[in-house]
Structure formats: structure tokens, C-alpha cells
């Protein structure tokens, strides 16, 4: 199991760039994961700092790597296909698209904030970069609503039980956005709302379809060429916008990142991706040098190309998730330590990382020990974010 982050932008806005940079790995070989002849799916990784090292050992991935410190723990980064020009013409998103949507835990909308495309694509001169962010948002909503009404007919048609209830049909009908009739109900109360469609009028359902949007497709916006001028104008710009504010906006330079990580390959330059800075251990021309003195400029301002935050930010604080070490503290009599660190979602308990790490235990879940404290945790007890933890199971 892995989470899937998708990654989504209209045509020239760099998405491209993004995907092949987040996913060109120098992974030792047999680490990979994800066997998949897909294109469109890839490997990407999120930081996470390395418990090893509080235990004096050193650790050995089993999927990934540790550099300095830093485990580089593997996602899915799904290149979801089919934003194309024409939509906003009314034509509306492709089926396939929405599906792919859904597929994705969180995702990426990739933006170009030089405003140098415009909504289709195009080369053009000083595109706000919100109409792009509006239209996607827009369609998702006008998507929702669509499904939101078929869920208002189910409730009047009385296909449901003995007790009508609002939210449970919605819930039925909106199954494939992951969510459910607790959340729902939560949504319709949180906007002043009666449990009662008929009560609702077409800016009512217009709120509901986004409150529901909102809360089961968490997005984040790589605001993307970030190294030219006119996008770092539209950054302040759009981020000092109040209508924004829902949004977590990360600067990237998917450019930089795929530079470096070149650089990296040829041996030019020593960067570890995400880093703010990198060291260049081999003369290079002059041209070059003055490419990377720019990007060198760009990453210390930006804290980074911003490729592997805003992957990050989309994983750990859109989404909440968080990564799980499986362990003891010391290494087995094969000399492995802490292979294995895991992204689990928001609120996972002891009990259910430990379903997670093995799927057919029925009832043999025995205990959990948090490794750092030796001390034993309940089934129920809530992890946190690096936690260590051992797990056993009667088999
Ligand atoms: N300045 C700058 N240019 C970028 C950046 N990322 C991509 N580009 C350029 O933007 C253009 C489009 O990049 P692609 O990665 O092909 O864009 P795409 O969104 O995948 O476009 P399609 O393949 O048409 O869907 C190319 O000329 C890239 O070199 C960036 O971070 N900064």
C-alpha cells in the first residue's frame, strides 16, 4: 500500500518537468517498490528524518534511501492526464480525467505563475495565474454538484429504507469521493443547513457541493517557474490574496530541481534533493556556471527547488499523514536495522499499522511497544509522526 499523489496542470505549465524530476531517483537498483510499465506512474519520495542514528546503528532500506540522515521513503506520484484546452469552453472534464481524480489521495495542481500560457496553454504574455486555479476548483465543484443533485433524487425517489435521511443518500451517491454519511451530515449542519434538501436553494447546494469538494480532494498548488520574475510577482500577489487563503500555495522551480538532479547524475555537482543549497565539484563552463549560480540564488531564497515540498506538504500537512518506522532497537542477527518506514494515514493506531505490516494475522495482534520509550502502547493508541514502533503478533 502507498499513497498516490496526483499530479494535475493544463498543457507548457511544467508538469512534465515536475513528474520527471520528482521521479528521476538515483536509487540503488532493486529498491523500486513499484513495478509498473505505466508511464504515467511514478516514484517519488518524501523526507523524513532518519531514527536510526538515535539508536547508533545504522539503518538499511529496504525501498528508498538514507543520505545524510534523511530516509527518502517512496510515494506514487501519478502524472493524471486529460486537463486539456477546450474544457473551460464548456465542454467539461473528461470522464477518464475525474476518474483518475479520484483515484489520487491528494493532489498537485501544477501552475504555471509566469503567466507566460494562457488557460489553454498557449504561449501568451501576463495570464493571471488564479484563472487557472479558479477553473480547476470551478469544474471540480460544477462535477460535484452534478453528483450532489443525483443524491437529491435518490432522497425524494425513496430508494432508501424505512427512515429517510439526507446524508445517507448522499453518501451512497458520492461513495467514489471517499466519503461518508458522518461527514456529510457534518458539512450540511456547518453551513447553517437543515437535514432537509427541500429546504436548500441553488446557492445552498452550490456551497454544499464545495464544503464537500473542499474536504475529500485536498489539493496543493505548485506554483511552478518560480525562477522567472513575473512569477515571483504573481506569488506575493496571489498569496497576499484573502481568496486564497484556503489554499497552501508552494513556490517550485521544477526546472531547478531537474538541473540539479542532472548536475547530481554527471557528477558536476553534489545536491540531495530538497536541500537549499548544493556544492559544485567539477569546473564548468561559463555559461553553465552562470545557470547554476542563478538556481544556486533561486534555492536559498525559496529554502529549495521546491519540488520535494511541495510533494511533501501535499502528503504530510494537506493530508496529514504520517511515517511509521517498524522496529527494535537493534539490528536483527542479519545485521538489517529499520528497513522499513511507511506512510499511514492520519489518526492510525497501533492496531492498525499493525494490520497494515500483516494483512493476515486475524486475531493474533498481541502488543506494541513504542521502541523509544521500551514502553508497551494500547491497540488504540494514536501514532505519531516517527514513531518507532514493534509489533507482535502471535505468529
Ligand atoms: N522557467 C521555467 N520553465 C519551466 C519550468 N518547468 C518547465 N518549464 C518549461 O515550460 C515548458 C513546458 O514544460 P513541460 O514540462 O513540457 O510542460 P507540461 O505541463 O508537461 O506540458 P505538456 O507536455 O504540453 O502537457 C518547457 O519549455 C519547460 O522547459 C520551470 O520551473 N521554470
Redesign the pocket.
Known sequence: MSFDVGLV????????????AATMNDVPEGAYPFTTIDPSVGEAYVRVECAAPEFDHTCTPNLGYCEDGTRFVPVRLVDVAGLVPGAHEGRGLGNQFLSDLNEADVLLH?V?F?GTTDIE?EPTEDHDPREDIDFLEDELDMWYLDVLEKGIERYRSGYHGEEAAIEEDLATQMDAFRTNKDEIKQVILSLDLELDPDTWDDEDREALAREIRKRTKPMVIAA?????PAAQENFEEITDDPDYDHLTIVP?????EKALKNGDEQGVLDYLPGDSEFEIVEDVPGEKATALEQISEFVGEYGGTGVQQAIETALFDELGSIAIFPGARKPQEDGTFLQDCFVLEDGATAEDFAYFLHTDIGDGFLHAHDVRSGRQIGADTVLDHRDVVEITTTN
Open positions: 496542470g493544463k498543457p507548457s505549465v511544467g508538469k512534465s518537468t515536475f513528474f520527471n501544477v504555471d509566469s496553454g511552478n517557474k518560480m525562477d522567472t517550485t522551480s521544477a526546472h531547478a
